[in-house]
């Protein structure tokens, strides 16, 4: 039984790391002069949206997503309405959480806010995917020994893992090295997803060679 999780999982991942390459790569084919740098704020939502769509399809495909207690037009309208306010909330307050950290507060704010759309996809949009628009749940998963399955797992490895890259890609913003990808918020959306990239590596890794001391299928 955890072979077949951890397979599933790592195909999963490998799915939606894929996606950040081709979303890298398509639009060089289609868009002059597109680069990661000059054109960085076509990258990153090219990034953003096809692992929104991606992210949701796999998840979905998968029945990771937490069932539905009603099967009503209505009950699933306020469920997606709910996850679209919750994403929107989660974009608010990682800009409020990068302005505070440093972040021009009006001078370059669409950048600002891009790159906490781009940390939405990548940590926000996974708990409505794997945990739905729950926050009970979210609070439960992201506290000490609050994981239920391996997904809820990957979930925190993940989150953890995207949020350290995007801090760890402001240190070189200050450095007078002179260098295109020190402009605001550059070095910080590609640490968030080299971390994002590393914790889809790293979650089924981790899972395999902890699979003997995890017990939370118990709980």
């Given at each position: 039984m955890w072979d077949v999780?951890?397979?599933?999982?790592?195909?999963?991942?490998?799915?939606?790391?894929?996606?950040?390459?081709?979303?890298?790569?398509?639009?060089?084919?289609?868009?002059?002069?597109?680069?990661?740098?000059?054109?960085?704020?076509?990258?990153?939502?090219?990034?953003?949206?096809s692992v929104a769509v991606v992210n949701?399809?796999?998840?979905?495909?998968?029945?990771?997503?937490?069932?539905?207690?009603?099967?009503?037009?209505?009950?699933?309208?306020?469920r997606l309405s709910r996850?679209?306010?919750?994403?929107?909330?989660?974009?608010l307050f990682f800009h409020t959480v990068v302005v505070m950290y440093g972040a021009p507060l009006l001078e370059s704010a669409l950048e600002t806010f891009s790159l906490a759309v781009l940390l939405s996809t990548l940590t926000t949009l996974r708990c409505l995917c794997i945990l739905g628009p729950?926050?009970?749940?979210?609070?439960?998963?992201?506290?000490?020994?609050?994981?239920?399955?391996?997904?809820?797992?990957?979930?925190?490895?993940?989150?953890?893992?995207?949020v350290i890259g995007a801090w760890l890609g402001a240190f070189p913003i200050p450095l007078d090295w002179d260098?295109?990808?020190?402009?605001?918020?550059i070095s910080c959306t590609l640490g968030a997803t080299t971390g994002f990239l590393t914790g889809l590596v790293a979650a089924p890794v981790w899972i395999h060679w902890h699979r003997k001391q995890l017990t939370y299928k118990l709980k």
């Open positions: 999780e951890i397979r599933g999982m790592a195909s999963a991942h490998a799915i939606i790391a894929s996606t950040i390459f081709m979303a890298t790569v398509i639009p060089a084919v289609f868009l002059e002069n597109f680069s990661v740098y000059g054109t960085h704020m076509v990258w990153l939502y090219c990034v953003a949206g949701t399809a796999v998840f979905w495909l998968l029945g990771i997503s937490p069932p539905t207690k009603k099967n009503t037009l209505s009950y699933k309208i306020n996850s679209c306010l919750y994403f929107l909330l989660s974009c729950n926050v009970q749940a979210w609070i439960r998963v992201f506290s000490r020994d609050g994981a239920m399955s391996v997904w809820d797992t990957s979930l925190q490895i993940t989150t953890g893992c995207s260098r295109p990808w020190q402009v605001w918020p």
